[in-house]
């Protein structure tokens, strides 16, 4: 009996000491996507079945997450599971693609559109759908789509239907405050000034931005409306006012006061107007941003003598500092899983952006551009964009968390600054 | 009274006296066991197995001396006896020395290969932004002696749907080891033919 119990143990040990072999460095590679032209229906204009696929792989292709196959080294066009092949495919290297069929179109214009979604190395279809959208949108029912794919291969919230706000300064006496769709198009001009306009902010459910105007001479808060255009300024003891940020659950503002030249965090309670202080430092302090469960608020503070990052809680009032490499650490924000945040680091009079999990020590730079500012992160927190300098001339960078892709937007007419990401729609 | 204190001294001077004597009896003592343990040195060894019957030196540093063996030759049955134990004692060392050579040529082939599928593997991978998520799947690897991977199976995944998904496409995409072909049998038996991949997640930013 001794004998086969020690026997069985070390069998079972045996069993236990399998090989382990740890793998935590993922390759360097991009998803390839192939994106099929859509098969159409015979009453259906022909150009549809086309045009929709090449808007989705644009939008999937728009910060350079994936990769593409060409249309021209496509072996097969299928429209339907019947007559998909999965070594068609597999032989050119493809990770997933996307198929669809324009079915019908009806006496009202709305057309009847259905798509799968296929992994290749695992031959499985993964997602599988109809929408059905007017014929004069197509391409926000491409951005629908476009969504639910990048949802199902990433995981994260699709990101298409979002928007950009950002300030267009085209000469010296022109500021412009902008918004436009993620992908540059529709671009709208909301407030025209000739003195300077800052810090654009999107009130969570996307309906207004707060902004800073100097058109009456000195820091003074706007909210404007962006259905009817209507601005009510937040003037809110008369003195300077600055960086305001919504709160995640729209009911407060952060913002900064200035008393006799000193500035300090409050916050600002949008339905009764009541202006609460949270910092009381002879140091400037500024740049507030809040945690998603708005329950935090993180700042810069120059109180240690150099720029670094704080977090106040606004209930209990207790600060703790966050950064401490370095001696220029400043506009902080926090990641959208509040684990994280992401900041602009000075070093050697090169400015770049960087991250820190909150939870240690180590700040990870993410660009290598040398004067980066203002970034504002994708509400599915894998993409950063940041306002960069090419000579004297402001535009917008990109860059993907992972490090794999940088981008730059479409260069405007003048230079482009302080972008602020938009909330998803809820 | 005086006798009684020359006395207790005299008591007490002998007293630190034996202690004296018994403990440098114990130091030297001590010294030859550790002597034996620590100056056994494997290859000296290999060469007192060569030779047993020479061997029956007092200490093992001294047996290797070919004078010294011959004079402690001479010596009583009742050292050699003890000696001889030495010795046996000794042989086991040998055998556990030799395995550890043998495991240590192993394990560096073993850590070789396993070099060659984490790149491999790493290379194919493409890992999902979990953002400050951390996580880890293993993955049991079943592979037949050509390097064909005959089976897998996700025997502990991680909590995170993407995750799992984005390692089990990693290992489809593979479908040979070729690295363990040369190995020898054995080798592979009880190394590859099967063994866990743990992938993961560290939460940092990359």
């Known amino acids: 009996m001794k004998r086969s119990l020690i026997i069985l143990i070390f069998l079972s040990s045996n069993i236990f000491s399998l090989l382990e072999i740890e793998i935590i460095k993922g390759s360097d590679n991009l998803s390839k996507v192939a994106f099929v032209p859509f098969g159409i229906e015979e009453n259906v204009n022909e150009n549809y079945g086309e045009q929709i696929s090449t808007l989705i792989e644009k939008n999937m292709l728009l910060f350079g997450e994936f990769e593409n196959l060409d249309k021209a080294e496509m072996l097969s066009f299928p429209d339907s599971e019947e007559d998909f092949y999965y070594r068609d495919w597999k032989i050119m290297g493809v990770d997933y693609s996307v198929i669809g069929k324009i079915n019908s179109v009806n006496a009202l214009g709305n057309l009847n559109i259905s798509y799968s979604l296929f992994n290749i190395n695992r031959r499985i279809k993964i997602l599988e759908g109809e929408i059905v959208g007017r014929e004069n949108n197509i391409e926000g029912i491409a951005k629908i789509i476009s969504n639910r794919i990048y949802e199902k291969i990433t995981g994260l919230k699709g990101i298409f239907d979002t928007k950009l706000a950002y300030i267009v300064n085209s000469d010296a006496e022109t500021y412009q405050m902008c918004i436009s769709d993620i992908d540059g198009k529709n671009e709208q001009i909301l407030f025209t000034s000739a003195a300077p306009i800052m810090s654009p902010d999107w009130s969570p459910d996307r309906k207004k931005i707060a902004y800073v105007s100097f058109e009456n001479g000195l820091a003074e808060i706007f909210i404007q409306d962006l259905a009817s255009g209507e601005r009510e300024s937040i003037q809110a003891l008369g003195m300077t006012n600055s960086a305001p940020v919504w709160s995640p659950d729209g009911k407060s503002l952060a913002l900064v006061v200035s008393f006799s030249g000193n500035p300090d965090i409050f916050s600002y309670s949008i339905n009764n107007k009541r202006l609460v202080r949270l910092t009381n430092h002879y140091g400037i302090d500024t740049e507030p941003s809040w945690s998603p469960d708005s329950k935090k608020i993180i700042f810069t503070s120059d109180r240690s003598g150099s720029p670094q990052l704080y977090e106040i809680n606004t209930q209990s009032k207790r600060k703790k500092r966050l950064t401490r490499d370095g001696n220029y650490n400043a506009r902080g924000r926090y990641f959208p899983d509040g684990k994280s945040i992401f900041f602009v680091h000075g070093n050697d009079g090169n400015f770049q952006i960087a991250t820190k999990k909150l939870s240690s020590r180590f700040i990870e730079t993410l660009t290598s551009t040398s004067l980066d500012e203002s970034p504002t992160i994708s509400p599915n927190g894998n993409i950063i964009i940041y306002a960069t300098k090419d000579g004297s001339k402001g535009y917008l960078g990109g860059i993907t968390l992972d490090g794999k892709s940088r981008f730059s937007l479409p260069v405007k007419n003048g230079s482009v600054r302080e972008p602020a990401w938009s909330p998803l729609f809820n | ?206």
């Open chain 2, 1 to 206: 009274m005086n006798k009684i204190l020359t006395s207790l001294n005299t008591f007490a001077l002998i007293l630190l006296f034996l202690s004296f004597v018994f403990s440098v009896f114990s130091i030297t003592t001590l010294k030859v066991d550790e002597t034996q343990s620590i100056k056994v040195n494997f290859y000296e060894l290999i060469e007192i197995a060569e030779q047993p019957k020479r061997l029956s030196g007092t200490k093992p540093k001294e047996s290797i001396q070919e004078a010294d063996l011959n004079k402690v030759e001479e010596n009583s049955e009742v050292k050699k006896s003890l000696d001889f134990e030495k010795y046996k004692l000794n042989k086991p060392d040998i055998k556990r020395e030799l395995s550890k050579i043998k495991l240590s040529k192993e394990r560096e082939v073993i850590l070789k290969i396993s070099a060659i599928i984490q790149d491999k593997i790493s290379s194919v991978w493409i890992k999902p932004n979990s953002l400050s998520k951390v996580l880890a799947a293993k993955v049991l690897i079943n592979l037949a002696p050509s390097g064909e991977v005959i089976n897998f199976e996700m025997v502990e995944p991680s909590n995170d749907k993407v995750f799992d998904e984005s390692v089990l496409i990693a290992i489809n995409k593979i479908s040979f080891f070729e690295e363990v072909l040369g190995l020898d049998r054995k080798l592979f038996e009880s190394n590859f033919r099967n063994f866990k991949l743990v992938f993961k997640s560290s939460g940092e930013i990359e």
